[in-house]
């Protein structure tokens, strides 16, 4: 695990660099990449850095990590974020295709809101996400795996429905932690002092995952963690 620590404008281009340098990689040994994002606001500002990036975006898949029940043009939705920041600017100049995106489509007369079509698209990609953009929340949440809360204990493979998510809105899907854990690389960012605690808790060895689900990271072979936080 690397942990690089700077000022946010620096980490956000620094962050966008090595998530660059490192698709490019793993595209030295695979045919394509599942690029796994999550929404929030920590993420939005290395979205804009990766939109002006020259990697072959017709070999990377994005998948969401985690989204809102919501739809598309909801300003709730974690796609919508991913689509103004970034993806919008990489289909207009043709780098990357509409058959690359994979959003989670939020169906309400379906019985699991369309759970099962995105677990099966994920499916028909290989199963897992290469590569996840994560960041942490104030209580040590990631994706939408929330502290001593059901969504962190499913032992599930695939994505799961959470129905009574803390933070609004209550309906989301998530990757579950197992899907997580599937990862090559994780890139995880505390940004901001209002996480101090979470990621205190995170550095914590007698802390367990339940009770601070960002620490997954620690279990991916790779991962580098941004943050702007000083500890005293
Ligand atoms: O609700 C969510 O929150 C987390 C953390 O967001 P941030 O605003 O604190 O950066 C985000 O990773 C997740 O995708 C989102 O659904």
């Known amino acids: 695990m690397k942990t690089i620590v700077d000022r946010r404008a620096d980490l956000e281009r620094r962050a966008a660099k090595e998530i660059i340098n490192n698709i490019e990689n793993l595209l030295e040994d695979q045919d394509y990449i599942n690029l796994g994002i999550v929404g929030g606001s920590s993420v939005s500002g290395i979205f804009n850095h990766l939109k002006d990036s020259k990697i072959a975006w017709d070999k990377v898949h994005i998948f969401m990590v985690d989204e809102r029940l919501v ?29 690359n995106l994979h959003p989670f ?12 079509k995105y677990r099966k698209e994920l499916d028909k990609y290989g199963g897992e996400m290469d590569v996840v953009i994560l960041s942490a929340g104030e209580d040590g949440h990631t994706a939408s795996l929330f502290p001593k809360h059901q969504s962190i204990k499913e032992d599930f493979d695939s994505y799961i429905l959470v129905d009574n998510s803390p933070k609004p809105p209550a309906r989301r899907i998530s990757a579950s932690k197992n899907l997580i854990l599937k990862s090559k690389i994780s890139f995880l960012l505390f940004f901001g002092q209002k996480k101090a605690d979470a990621y205190k808790s ?3 060895k007698d802390i367990a995952i339940e009770e601070c689900p960002v620490k997954l990271v620690k279990d991916i072979d790779e991962s ?4 702007d936080i000083l500890l005293d």
């Open 71 to 99: 739809s598309l043009d909801s300003d709730e939705s974690n796609f919508k974020l991913a689509k103004e920041s970034f993806l919008d600017k990489l289909i207009e100049s043709g780098k990357l295709t509409e058959e």
């Open 105 to 116: 489509i939020y169906d309400s007369s379906q019985k699991n809101y369309g759970l099962n």
């Open 202 to 204: 995170f550095l914590d």
């Open 224 to 227: 580098y963690i941004f943050t």
